[in-house]
């Protein structure tokens, strides 16, 4: 709370010049008093306007203002247009996602002293951190009061417990669930806040667990490890938010931000969120918006990337935001290894040893054989009893789990299993410890295997069995898993941030109940594990730097990574900022980091691309810009945390054609100083449509201060030109206006793709019975399937006939092979109040992807015409555009547009598209998309253009060709803010900028929607403009969701 309010003084710590909130001073306590009051009156209100009793299941009140309450779909609508409600929000369903990573990030440094930059050493002494996960295993010697090990005997720093803690201990079997390492736990799930999955409590133990030597009971090997937590030291609560059922890893929104609001109550300097979805938008997400007030109170908080690579913008939510730090996986420098040796049989020569990974004792030589030869390739179902004798069988991955493929194959028989890679996953192997003895191999050793098992007969090898080792040549590798970007939901916000020990960590797990006959420890990989390795790094620090802000230290951590090191999951190639952020983690300089970058609750309010904000504006330890059109900069706000006067120099590393200035190229900080910094970019040389990536780095005059660097990546703007042609014949040409923000030498229209035809399909759809859930079944919508090839350039999905009122489209890349749509999955929605949606990706990942369609408002069967397309790498040669060279830039130019393809008939559509340079060689100056409706021969061609607002692999804004005036009924996602008319007649005018990533508009009140874009690098094509009417509602279904009410925040 900033103040405004009479007689209520400001409590949020950046009014009041502190780093944290005090939820117990005076002023706190008055607030709460306040909300509550607030909150109550509204329940009042709300039962008044309802006919019924309402009890919420949770008041939130520190890091988010609202409630979570239980309504019907007609109430949920109701409540939407009640005065004071600023949104309602259906419940969503979130997923979750140490011995060698604390030193590999460099924490014994801060353990021992020797780079706390003349600080005494910590082991986070002092802080708390919060962990919001699947509960914790309270009597595993991880979170033990007396360190097995080391010995160390914590003090609980508050001087109390908290949750379920005594004075008031839950009824668990065994030692009292809580001391003075573990000073809390919590259950928001109905459950009792023991771990009843192991997730928790590996990310716990990871980040801050005590020294412990661990022995591993693999189900065919025991192994025997020291471990030790990021910040061994440091306090745990636990705050148990997702459970088992009604599947392993559920997370539901009311419970999670009870959660996140709990623990900004209770104070705590670091959260770990090991939990996430996919990419939404970090302004209205509930989690995402609880965080922002969490770090407003002075908290931390890593979170996952997520689990959806190596594909390209596959970061999930709440990762998305720039107000949290986004840790992605790569490896350290231990390794389970273990290989497939000794091949012998079939024709020729055997193949030479197979490296790879699996916790298993060896097994052989015995007979190797191919399951692909027993039907099932993937091996996604037990065999029968009998199938095999002892073989060692060879399985495809996909599709079903790792572990469980050795499952279903030792069903059948097996005495061995051998898991091939997929292409997708190439090099990026997992150490799992398996039912049987197994080896995990890369995708190229798998080819080369299966083929020589069709080969010949007599077959026979070895599985080594597994050995640890220590390889500094082994880490630093990104994990194939770690999702990548761009931000699918904010392009211009650089994701992931970090990245840091993610593959084959291993910590404690749960026990079935305490107290265990011995403690659990298991290996797990996922972004889950890399995420608590960032989250007891900065417990460290805040402990050696208790003044600096969350966005302080997260500019440290990020500003001091390591770059130079960080590969690809092959292991080859140099990881770009998409893969690893600023870079890997690096506690031996973060620390001792010379420079900060601070960040504002406002700014971040401010930066909303719904609301017409800039998020290239804040000032964040990364430079991205998703519409880069001839130039564009950033300012960043540096600040010295040095006590003696540093003079800072500029060094400048970039890809190809891209240009980087930055203003002042040198300066010098006193201490305590800050100083605006403008960097710039000029990406006229760079195709349009292709990430470009550099580097700005600080060298300070002082040698022993580290270097602060920052990533850039840059999208060569703009929006691509379509261009629509009706046409009755296979042959002609058609010329359309353009202009570009560059100089045309010499116009070059080489890089051609296409034409191909595209595809209508026609269905006859029922309205959705329940259509805020488009996945929950398949009523109310249809959906159609199509291939990508590897190298396409444009896959384009839209609803183009219908005489329903609202039509919403959804696409996905499928991946676990269903060939279904599944809301993970998803890459794109056009979900506006509107009929005729579209999605469209530039340079989509190869693979399927499902187009799903959802009858949102239309009674009755409605015909639904579908149109899609993938137009891909190739020229067919039968289109050529061609334009007049030497044209000053920004001055008009005419483009012909020709073409002669036989196969066309009428009432066919084609694609094709175009890369325009200035000179051959060049694709600086736009992207030219071509649509051809072949209509009824001899129709006089026609051609109009529109700038599609195409982003690659993005959440789409609503299209700027809508079909204007438009009133819809029924429910719908509304924002109603306090005086603002809640009635369907209400008038009023909004203009907004169609921005990617916008979403539905807010329905409350008629408004006018003026978009405007750009066409190719540079002209604003005409603006178009259209008012829509709607009803306030909110995102319910007809069953009794759990729902949130976010309220008026001050």
Known sequence: YRGGIARLAATNPAALGTVKLDTESPASRAYLAYLDQEQQTLLSTMAQALGRPI?????????????????????????????????????????????????????????????????????????????????????????????PVDGYNHTNPRGQFYGVCPPTPIPIIGNPPCNDKLIGMYDFTG??????????????????????????????????????GVAPHANIIAYKACTTTPAIGTCVSPSLVAAIDQATADGVDVINYSIGGGSTDPWTDADG?????????????????????????????????????????????????????????????????????????????????????YGDPLCSTAFPAGTWSGEIVVCDRGVSGRVLKGENVKAGGAGGFVLANDAANGDSLVADAHVLPAVHISYDDGVLLKAWLASGSGHQATIAGTTTTLNAADGDIMAGFSSRGANPSVPSILKPDIVAPGVDILAAINSTLPPASSPEYGVLSGTSMSSPHAAGAAALLRALHPEWSPAELQSAMMMTSLTASVRKEDGLRAADPFDRGAGRLDLTQAARAGLVLDESRADYEAANPADGGDPTTLNLASLAHGDCIGSCSWTRVFSSTLSSSVTWTVVISASDNLGLTVSPSSFTLAPGASR????????????????????????????????????????????????????GSDLGSTTVPYSSTLAIEDFSA?????????????????????????????????????????????????????LAQDLDLYVGRDQDGDKAPDASEQVCDSATSAALERCQLSSPAA??????????????????KLETA??????????????????????????????????????????????????????????????????PDNTTPTATATATAAEPTVTQPPSTTETPTRTVTGTRTATATIGASQTPTATGTRTATATQGAGTPIPTATRTRTATATQGAGTPIPTVTGTRTAVPSASVTATLPRLFLPLTNR
Request: net charge negative; charged share 15%.
């Open 55 to 147: 009890t919420p299941l949770y008041q939130y009140k520190y890091a988010y203002n609202g409630l979570a309450v239980t309504l019907t779909a007609k109430e949920a609508e109701q409540v939407a247009a009640l005065p004071g409600v600023r949104q309602v929000q259906q419940e969503v369903t979130r997923t979750i996602e140490t011995d060698a990573g604390p030193a590999w990030i460099g924490a014994s440094t801060l353990w021992d002293g020797t780079a706390t930059g003349g600080q005494p050493g910590t082991r986070g002494e002092g802080i708390v951190v919060g962990v919001i996960d699947t509960g914790i295993n309270s009597d595993h010697p991880s979170f033990a009061d007396v360190g």
């Open 191 to 228: 459950t009792l806040p023991e771990d009843d999955n192991g997730h928790g409590s590996h990310t716990a133990s990871t980040a801050a667990g005590n020294v412990v030597n661990a022995t591993i009971n693999a189900p065919t090997i025991t192994l025997v490890r020291q471990l030790s």
């Open 289 to 373: 918006q609880a965080f922002l007030g969490a770090r407003d109170a002075g908290v931390f908080v890593a979170t996952s990337a997520g689990n959806s690579g190596p594909g390209s913008e596959t970061i999930g939510s709440p990762a998305d935001a720039p107000w949290l730090l986004s840790v992605g996986a790569s490896t350290h420098n231990r390794s389970f290894r273990n290989a497939l040796i000794n091949m012998t049989g079939g024709t020729g020569s055997p193949p030479s040893d197979m490296a790879g990974l699996g916790v298993t004792t060896g097994y052989g030589p015995a007979s190797i054989v191919y399951a692909g030869d």
């Open 676 to 727: 605006p910094v403008v960097i710039t970019a000029t990406v006229g040389g760079l195709p349009v449509g292709q990430w470009a990536f550099g580097e700005v780095t600080l060298r300070s005059s002082n040698s022993t201060i580290p270097d602060a660097h920052l990533p850039v990546a840059v999208l060569p703007g703009g929006t691509p030109y379509m261009v629509t042609i009706d046409t």
């Open 750 to 802: 080489t890089n051609r793709y296409g034409l191909i035809r595209g595809q209508h399909t026609t269905r006859l759809v029922n309205q959705d019975p329940t259509p805020l859930e488009p996945y929950d079944s398949d009523e109310g919508t249809f959906f159609v399937t199509v291939t990508v090839p590897s190298g396409a350039k444009f896959l384009h999905a839209a609803i183009v006939e219908t």
């Open 847 to 864: 693979g399927t992807y499902w187009i799903r369609v959802q009858n949102w408002l239309g009674p009755g069967p409605m015909n639904v």
């Open 870 to 935: 993938v137009i891909p790498g190739t020229d067919f040669n039968n289109m050529t555009i061609t334009g007049p060279d030497n044209v000053p830039a920004t001055q008009p130019f005419d483009i012909t547009i020709a073409w002669n393809e036989p196969a066309m008939t009428a009432g066919e559509v084609w694609f094709g598209m175009a890369e325009l340079g200035s000179l051959p060689g060049r694709t600086d100056v736009g992207v030219l998309l071509v649509k051809i409706n072949r209509l």
